[in-house]
């Protein structure tokens, strides 16, 4: 009973480096979400995928790049990375996207704390 | 734009008080509003929701009623655990074309 699951938990990059975060879900949702938390600023959508095949960015999609790489799999990219990037990072679905039957409800995996020196 | 705030925490209780997390929104339309918790080390879960004014979401003993003349969401329990340390989201989606809005978070913290 997976769900969510997220790699790697923890990362350590020196500013520069890039690094792709894991995410795949065994529920067979259609819609997928990446999302960064910061102190005080609650949770922000970087990026997501409303189905198969589609991305579109979120409310702070600069300094990323994402992938759904099928069904199951949405991958976030850091290609370049900055201080200002160190954060929690979440990755959820839903059983159906935005705009077609979207309940609210959002299933979310374990995070993956980053930091970037 | 829609928005959602929360009080700011941490809020710390002693176990059996009660709890009151306040929750206020603004929509431009006619929203449906959650709860979500997040414990120690993992991700957010819906705790409970409301679609409509009026209506009352419940679980785990946490209560919450959708209060479209004040636009709140007030999040309550009457006796709270130290298992119930957490960080408490509100949050809003106006119909279902929307993305969540989330609030800021509360962070409370149980004592023995």
């Known amino acids: 009973n997976a769900g969510v699951t997220q790699t790697p938990k923890f990362q350590v990059l020196k500013t520069g480096q890039s690094m792709t975060l894991q995410c795949a879900q065994d529920m067979n949702h259609n819609s997928m979400y990446w999302y960064r938390q910061d102190p005080g600023m609650g949770l922000r959508l970087i990026y997501y995928s409303a189905s198969e095949g589609t991305t579109d960015k979120g409310e702070v999609p600069n300094g990323y790049n994402v992938s759904r790489l099928n069904k199951r799999e949405f991958s976030l990219r850091l290609e370049s990375a900055a201080p200002s990037q160190t954060s929690v990072y979440f990755c959820?679905?839903?059983?159906?996207?935005?705009?077609?039957?979207?309940?609210?409800?959002?299933?979310f995996g374990e995070g993956s704390r980053l930091t970037v020196l | 734009g829609d928005s959602v705030t929360q009080m700011e925490g941490p809020v710390t209780l002693s176990e059996e008080a009660f709890l009151t997390i306040n929750c206020t929104y603004t929509a431009t339309g006619y929203p449906s509003l959650f709860w979500y918790v997040q414990y120690p080390g993992e991700g957010l879960q819906l705790l409970l929701k409301a679609t409509k004014a009026d209506d009352k979401g419940s679980n785990k003993g946490f209560e919450a009623t959708y209060r479209k003349e004040t636009t709140s969401f007030h999040l309550e329990k009457g006796s709270v655990q130290v298992s119930d340390s957490a960080v408490y989201f509100c949050a809003l989606v106006v119909n279902t074309g929307n993305m969540l809005t989330f609030g800021g978070g509360t962070r409370l913290m149980v004592k023995p």
């Open positions: 959820a679905s839903s059983e159906k996207p935005p705009g077609q039957g979207f309940t609210g409800e959002l299933f």
